[in-house]
């Protein structure tokens, strides 16, 4: 483990050796996810998904740049920066969207390590952004987009409250119990994200744009 993470005083951080590693994982699951949702369609379109993910990625680190409120102990309220993992299960279903959210953790991860355990970073960074792409279950439903939204945000604050009960006990508030503690503080920051996003997807020019990219990128 030392030859890709590094302790000093105390605190671990990535090596060079680390951050090849994660770039060349955010790569393959980029990749895997282009393949996956090309299986399942049928259909030539690998090198447009592939690029539709990679945009959507993109997106989603620079709008999570843009913190409207940061917390002190991690997780922040951003410009909408959890909707356009989901607008990738959205498009393409579970698989590719998942899949999509893990590379999108392993780069957040890479942009911005915190590292107490494997096991912490895995939840915090793998398993909870992947969770944004559950949105895809509601690909083929009515409003599914907002729906499939609401079920990825979810599927995240599940995944950070176990990570909040498992390893940040500690910063839990006077008089407080870890688990209400960590159902609060993860709340906060996800849900206030989730119900802004909600509202702007509510306007119906918003929603129009929407339907009519996922119509070009679709068919």
């Known amino acids: 483990m030392s030859f890709f993470i590094t ?3 105390g605190e671990y951080a990535l090596t060079t050796a680390g ?9 393959a699951l980029i990749v ?9 369609e049928g259909k030539k379109m690998g090198t447009r998904q592939l690029v539709f993910c990679a945009m959507a990625i993109a997106l989603a680190t620079v709008t999570s740049m843009v913190r ?23 498009m393409y279903g579970p698989a590719t969207g998942i899949l999509t959210g893990m590379a ?8 911005e390590p915190y ?26 439903s ?23 009960c498992l390893f940040f006990g ?20 996800i849900f206030t994200e989730g119900v802004l996003t909600v509202i702007i997807l509510l306007i119906p020019a918003v929603a129009k744009s929407i339907g009519q990219v996922k119509s070009m990128i679709v068919h």
Not at 32 to 40: E, F, M, R, T, Y
Not at 142 to 153: A, D, P, S, T
Request: include cysteine.
């Open 32 to 40: 895997i996810a282009a393949a996956v949702s090309k299986k399942s």
């Open 7 to 9: 302790s000093i005083e």
């Open 170 to 189: 500690e910063y839990a508030w006077e008089g407080w119990a870890v688990l209400p503690y960590s159902l609060v503080y993860n709340g906060t920051y």
């Open 115 to 140: 590292i107490l355990l494997p096991a912490q970073v895995v939840l915090d960074y793998v398993l909870a952004f992947g969770a944004l792409g559950l949105s895809g279950f509601f690909w083929k």
């Open 104 to 111: 999108y953790g392993v780069l957040q991860f890479f942009v």
């Open 68 to 90: 409207i409120y940061r917390f002190p102990f991690g997780g922040s309220v951003t410009l909408c920066s959890m909707l356009f993992i989901c607008l990738i299960g959205y």
């Open 142 to 164: 009515k409003n599914g987009l907002i729906k499939g939204y609401l079920l990825g945000i979810i599927g995240r604050y599940m995944f950070v409250v176990l990570s909040g």
């Open 19 to 27: 951050y090849v590693a994660v770039a060349v994982i955010i790569a």
